[in-house]
Each structure stands twice: as C-alpha cells, then as structure tokens.
C-alpha cells in the first residue's frame, strides 16, 4: 500500500516569491493535515481538510492557505515567502470520519522548503 | 492554549537499558495522547496512543499511561535495542472543530542506543 506521497521533497526559493507544495494521501484516507517543523518552534499544526472543507487551523498568517480536491488530494500554498518560512513541511493522513475518531496519522517524508 | 512538554534530549543509552522520556501536557477537557516516532531517514509514525485516564498504551514494548491526575504520559521501555535509536514525539488532541487530528507536538527527544 503506498505511503502519503509530498512533492516536492526539495525547493529553495527567494524571498517574496511563493511556493505550492503537494500532498497525495493514503488511497481511502479523507483527512490530509499539514504541519510546519522547524529547529525552533517544533512541529506546529497548519490545517486540516476533509472532504474538501478546511476543519481545522492553526494560529499560522493568512499567507498560509491551502486547499483539497476532491480525491483527497491537497496542496498548501505559501505567498510572500520570508526567510523564517524555511521549514521542513509535513503532510499526514488519515481515514478520519464525519462524526471525528482518534485515528493514527500518516506522515509523508516532508517537503523541505529554503528560503534564500 | 494546549501544550506538550517532553524531555530534553538527547538520551544516549546502552543496549538492554531501561528507558524513560517524561512528557506532561497542559489542556482543556479530556485530550487523547500519543507517542510518535521519527527513524532516520522516515516520516514520522505513530507507537501508541491513549484515548482516556488510567488507559495504556503499547506498542513493541514501549508503554505509556494515561494520568490525569499528574497530566502525564510518560514513555517507557524496559530493555532498548540499537534500532529503537530515533526522535520520538508526545503529543496530544483535545477534538476542537469536532477533529481528533489537530496535534499539539512536544519538541522531541532523541534517543540514542549504543551495542
């Protein structure tokens, strides 16, 4: 069974520029998370989308968005890039349901991101 | 606002040790818990979880409980073998938004396990 895919796995980018990164979950998963890692803050919760609609956020600026289609898959976009955006970006999934379970999250290697 | 806070690392262990990595939580409500864990080169995935007080979790010999008296959730091994050398994570979700899948991560502590 495939793993949650993330590409891509390497980018550097300058500043003001934006970014698009992709996320292809577990086949069946409806849930697809994001989350920022960095050296100093850790990990920290971006969103969280199921069955398209954005159910979660986390205290991120609205440069951060993102967004899924309709077969689970899900993109997050960074606009007006500035060199504290350089992170390791992980995306997790996870079979989730309307009613909300405890289920185990799926992460994907990352998608690793240099803001020069 | 919730928080996880977890040993500092790193922990250097010889093989057959015993391990312990604290983890204390600050939270709203009744919050489910988890441990994750990071080997080199891989995503992160998931050990074990607990989804309420006095539960345990456990998973290739790891264990933790889930203490609400002591906000605590400590992760314990009883004898670490070299492939256990890894960054692992407490983390925890309280279900706001109606989603059990909005973590609050601790910083991670990595352990290392020598022969």
């Known amino acids: 069974k495939a793993g949650v895919t993330q590409t891509p796995r390497y980018l550097i980018k300058t500043r003001g520029q934006q970014v698009t990164l992709s996320c292809s979950p577990i086949s069946g998963h409806r849930s697809v998370s994001w989350y920022q890692q960095t050296p100093g803050q850790g990990l920290q919760f971006l969103f969280e989308y199921f069955s398209e609609t954005q159910r979660n956020k986390g205290n991120f600026p609205g440069r951060f968005s993102g967004r899924q289609f309709s077969n689970s898959r899900s993109e997050m976009n960074v606009s007006t890039l500035e060199l504290g955006d350089s992170a390791l970006y992980l995306c997790a999934s996870s079979r989730a349901t309307l009613a909300g379970d405890v289920g185990e999250l799926f992460f994907g290697e990352g998608s690793r991101l240099t803001v020069l | 606002g919730d928080s996880v806070t977890q040993m500092e690392g790193p922990v250097t262990l010889s093989e057959e040790a015993f391990l312990t990595i604290n983890c204390t939580y600050t939270a709203t409500g009744y919050p489910s818990l988890f441990w994750y864990v990071q080997y080199p080169g891989e995503g992160l995935q998931l050990l074990l979880k607990a989804t309420k007080a006095d539960d345990k979790g456990s998973n290739k010999g790891f264990e933790a409980t889930y203490r609400k008296e002591t906000t605590s959730f400590h992760l314990e091994k009883g004898s670490v073998q070299v492939s256990d050398s890894a960054v692992y994570f407490c983390?925890?979700?309280?279900?706001?938004?109606?989603?059990?899948?909005?973590?609050?991560f601790g910083k991670g502590t990595l352990l290392t396990v020598n022969p």
């Open positions: 983390a925890l979700s309280d279900g706001s938004g109606g989603s059990n899948y909005k973590l609050t």
